[in-house]
């Protein structure tokens, strides 16, 4: 048994030998000798990486999980979920022009390397749910272009350096499910755009920076399972649920639910000084609060091996090199750095890249993260068995469907917290993937749904055809047979339906449409209704059937997204008929519905016009305008929070169309094509 890792590390160094003797192709690109030295520390057994060999291209796809920019230079590495066991290379540094760089969901070990700190054009580091130990590194606070550090759940210790307040871009830091101690540093509270913190299932003690609670952009603050103290700032109430701090409990404050009021001693004591020194120590959150996976699984999955093990292999890398002399003197010394404190753990967990329930494209970045779907296949359980079935191509297949350990990690197991809404045939909840993009999850029991198979498998394809910018974004789909659901996930929208712009009576939550936005909105619909619509881009015409004010998503741009299109493709025929109802008694039905009992595109093109007269007026209620339309001048239709700023040629046009559009008669409503048309959209 002992050979074993002696051979292993023989290999590795012979590997290295090689990397030094190859002729020039190794030593005149630099890109590719680095990158040859973080395959041979990332994996020693040459079991993951083969296609990255010496004789390839990094930029002509050979080398996988490997993109370049336009300039030829290496711009991405996403080596997510493969189960890669070595360590992170300090010449991962040489790679000067990386953006990205995700190597999350692997069994990595040892140190963050400081020289990382090196690429100061990186945009995402993602290394949580690996075993990395030791301290953060405090020159991470030098990444000037940093807006992603995604850290968690690894073995980190020590204390949260004061230096990350320096990462000025940075709009998502996740630390948490680690051995950190010593005080939340209030120097956060420099980080103006960040959006999630969460720091919870640590060590943490003292109390919470006002600082911190002031940040304009936070929308998630998850302190739990620590061991804080003190008044909680009232700043943090306006996260509502966005702001976790269960188990915590020296935190009082007015306001907030399970915590009591600070008494005088809690006020007016001052707060004791915060360690931040390698020996600061407190309790670890009690071995009975849950984590959000299977983690001894995902330790089995990556092939992890246990400390003992790890060490052994380490010391035999150590002393093969040494003997190997001057030829390998440099990779001799950085093997010897890579095992100066290597720890063996577990963990799993999905971290918001955004945040909880806002935009998950909220900021650009030219790298953007990856979608991470379908690598993690195993326990998939399909209705199908597997089976590709109603036209599904095997890419199609694979590039929409998720896995139900996924979904359960992305909703943190359909907590009630991450509950976006439900009705009588579905719930919809928050989520985040394991990239940090987050999603919304629609859960769909299987009684609601078709119960012909291939029906229902030709209802999903359907939806994997659907792509538009004016559609929610359809990621993918899992279907448990375990749990008898079918989950849909979809882009996650920020700023709501388009219903809660409706009624508005003050605009203390800024939630009056200016008269541009109105008219984008109207242009947005419209396009979105008219690709339904089309019979183009190898997708077959299609019918909403359930236009709506709810239906209509508002993104971090204020655009327009419709939800719900060819849902009804899914659902069992009383399901889709209970669903009507609502829109029935709003309006949005129309009146050929009742005597044919059939929806065509004149009827999406009914409830369009209705959704035109909401826009205009403000209102959710909107039939009497119908009814006699020409009744009043046309400053009293539009909504009065306008205060007279429109235009008036526009809005007689967008008014005509909308009355043209809930025309009794379906063959006098115009074709949504002409509609386009009428607005002078390009599409």
């Not at 990386?98 to 999350?104: A, I, Q, R």
């Not at 003992?308 to 750095?337: D, P, Q, R, T």
């Not at 659902?571 to 209970?578: H, I, N, P, R, T």
């Amino acid at each position: 048994m002992e050979s074993v890792p002696l051979l292993r590390g023989f290999s590795l160094l012979l590997l290295l030998s090689l990397l030094l003797h190859h002729p020039r192709a190794v030593q005149e690109n630099a890109e590719l000798r680095a990158l040859m030295h973080v395959k041979a520390v990332l994996d020693p057994e040459g079991r993951i990486l083969a296609s990255w060999t010496s004789e390839g291209d990094p930029c002509r796809g050979d080398f996988e999980g490997v993109a370049c920019n336009e300039h030829g230079k290496v711009a991405n590495i996403s080596l997510q979920g493969k189960g890669l066991s070595g360590f992170i290379s300090p010449a991962v540094a040489e790679l000067r022009y990386l953006s990205g760089l995700y190597l999350h969901y692997n069994a990595l070990r040892g140190e963050i390397p400081r020289e990382i700190s090196n690429l100061t054009d990186l945009f995402d580091l993602y290394l949580n749910v690996n075993n990395l130990s030791g301290r953060i590194p405090v020159e991470i606070g030098k990444m000037a272009s940093l807006q992603v550090l995604q850290l968690c759940y690894n073995q980190l210790t020590g204390s949260i350096p004061p230096q990350l307040g320096l990462l000025k871009k940075l709009t998502v830091l996740a630390l948490q499910s680690n051995h950190l101690t010593g005080a939340i540093p209030a120097t956060l509270g420099d980080l103006a755009q960040l959006m999630r913190l969460d720091l919870s299932f640590n060590n943490l003690f003292g109390s919470i920076p006002v600082k911190v609670a002031q940040l304009p952009r936070l929308a998630v603050f998850d302190l739990r399972n620590n061991s804080l103290s003190g008044s909680v700032p009232s700043d943090l109430k306006r996260l509502n649920e966005g702001f976790q701090y269960r188990n915590n409990t020296g935190l009082c404050g007015v306001g907030f639910a399970s915590l009591e009021v600070c008494s005088s001693d809690d006020i007016l004591k001052p707060s004791k000084p915060e360690p931040f020194g390698p020996d600061s120590t407190g309790p670890r959150p009690p071995p009975e609060i849950p984590r959000s996976a299977n983690l001894s699984a995902h330790c089995h999955d990556s092939h992890c091996s246990n400390s003992s093990k790890s060490s052994a292999v380490n010391v035999a890398i150590g002393v093969v090199a040494v003997a190997v002399g001057g030829m390998v003197i440099g990779l001799s010394a950085f093997a010897l750095h890579r095992r100066r404190k290597q720890k063996i753990g577990s963990a799993l967990e999905v971290a918001e890249s955004r945040l909880s329930t806002d935009q998950p494209k909220e900021f650009c970045r030219k790298g953007g993260s990856p979608l991470i779907s379908l690598e993690y296949s195993n326990g998939w359980d399909p209705l199908a068995d597997g089976r590709s079935g109603a036209g599904f191509s095997q890419e199609v297949s694979q590039s929409f469907r998720f896995n139900l350990e996924e979904v359960e990690c992305a909703t943190q197991y359909f907590s009630e917290v991450n509950l976006l809404e439900r009705s009588n045939f579905a719930a919809t909840y928050k989520g985040v993937l394991r990239d940090g993009t987050a999603v919304a999850i629609k859960s769909i029991n299987k009684t609601s749904c078709r119960s012909e198979e291939a029906e229902f498998l030709k209802g999903l394809k359907m939806l994997t055809l659907l792509q538009h910018e004016n559609l929610i974004g359809f990621r993918g789909f899992c279907c448990s047979r375990g749990r008898g659901e079918c989950f849909l996930v979809y882009d996650f929208v920020s700023n709501g339906s388009l219903s809660q712009y409706l009624d508005v009576k003050d605009n203390v939550n800024g939630r009056v449409l200016d008269w541009p936005r109105r008219v984008s909105i109207i242009k947005g619909i419209a396009k979105g209704i008219e690709y339904l619509h089309s019979n183009r881009a190898n997708k077959p015409a299609l019918v909403h059937q359930n236009i709506s004010a709810e239906k209509v998503l508002i993104d971090h741009h204020f655009f327009p997204r419709l939800s719900g299109s060819g849902l009804h493709k899914l659902l069992a025929d009383d399901v889709v008929f209970s669903t009507l109802k609502a829109s029935a008694a709003m309006g949005y039905l129309a009146p050929e519905y009742t005597t044919t009992g059939r929806f065509t595109e004149k009827s999406d093109v009914y409830a369009f016009g209705v959704l035109v007269f909401q826009i205009l007026t403000g209102k959710s209620s909107v039939s009497h305008l119908r009814l006699n339309p020409e009744s009043g001048k046309l400053e009293n239709l539009l909504d009065e929070n306008l205060n007279g700023n429109f235009s008036k040629p526009e809005a007689a046009k967008l008014a005509g169309i909308a009355l043209l559009c809930t025309s009794e008669a379906p063959s006098q409503r115009p074709t949504m094509d002409a509609v386009l048309q009428q607005l002078s959209i390009g599409y």
